[in-house]
């Protein structure tokens, strides 16, 4: 049943992201139209859908759930990063690389995906792994992409979505409600970051060279541990360990976490190279093909948990 919906619900993501490559094409938009809209969802929409998350009926499944979540989506992290840096001495990976290989698109695409699949109840556990890796990225991704140790403290702690979720946290613990314009309002922002996140990729798509990336045997390198071995591994764990009877959903809830994952990298991690003189096109390969690879991997490693 789930990875009908998952099926369902990437296939209606694809052609999100058809629309916007063939906006693109045809000349309607420009490919670096997408900055705004990328702006548009960073700044509006996604903080919008990390509130409304946590507009939810305090319960204390709930809130054993979102606990599981959290310690869930700081284990991965770490986990992926150690891996990572283990494998980088055998492969030698560089600072993109590896960033890509760390972190995934957890934001922009597994929220709204989350949603579609799983339902709004999943959805506080989905903000609760964007939380964490917000924090990493705006910490180690950022430092590591610059090759230095200087954090911009400032940068994390200002940073929009941390401070929603801040801010959420507060009102779930609080039980703090809004009134329903207010929910009826988010409810519309949060429903426009899928069709938006998925129509900007389909745009930054269109400018990839498909051929280069084809030929490029790194390319593959890292797709192959993105998209399949770290997401098969954590899968295993999850699948093969007493975590997922911690709470009585608590399958489900770590299905959120291996969900974000396996999905591809993040979109930061190409704008992050560009302007740390790193080779951009070459982070937006990467990105391009996982996001391409998500599209399979992603339904067949959900199924295979779920048996």
Not at 62 to 84: E, K, P, S
Not at 135 to 140: N, V, Y
Request: proline letters at 3%; a neutral charge; one cysteine or more.
């Amino acid at each position: 049943m789930v990875t009908t919906l998952l099926l369902k619900q990437l296939t209606i993501f694809f052609i999100y992201m058809a629309a916007g490559f063939m906006m693109v094409k045809l000349g309607i938009l420009k490919g670096e139209d997408s900055k705004v809209l990328s702006l548009l969802c960073i700044y509006v929409l996604l903080p919008c859908a990390i509130l409304k998350s946590y507009q939810a009926e305090y319960t204390p499944e709930l809130r054993d759930g979102f606990m599981l979540a959290m310690g869930a989506a700081v284990t991965a992290q770490l986990v992926l990063m150690a891996v990572t840096y283990g494998i980088s001495g055998i492969c030698h990976l560089d600072a993109t690389e590896k960033a890509s290989v760390m972190y995934p698109n957890s934001a922009n695409l597994i929220l709204p995906l989350v949603a579609g699949v799983l339902g709004d109840h999943y959805m506080i556990s989905a903000s609760a792994y964007s939380c964490v890796q917000g924090i990493f990225i705006w910490t180690h991704c950022t430092s590591m992409m610059k090759g230095s140790r200087d954090m911009n403290w400032k940068k994390v702690f200002l940073n929009i979505n941390l401070i929603t979720v801040v801010v959420g946290i507060i009102m779930f613990f609080g039980q703090i409600h809004l009134p329903q314009m207010a929910l009826d309002t988010l409810g519309g922002f949060s429903a426009a970051l899928g069709p938006i996140s998925m129509i900007v990729i389909g745009m930054l798509l269109y400018n990839v060279d498909w051929k280069n990336i084809f030929q490029n045997v790194r390319v593959h390198l890292v797709v192959a541990l993105k998209m399949v071995i770290l997401p098969l591994g954590a899968a295993v764990i999850f699948k093969c360990t007493p975590i997922r009877t911690l709470t009585e959903d608590g399958e489900m809830i770590l299905l959120v976490t291996l969900f974000a994952i396996m999905a591809p990298s993040a979109t930061l991690i190409t704008q992050l190279a560009q302007i740390n003189d790193r080779d951009e096109r070459y982070a937006a390969a990467i990105n391009a093909m996982t996001t391409v690879v998500c599209i399979v991997s992603m339904p067949l490693l959900t199924m295979w948990y779920m048996k």
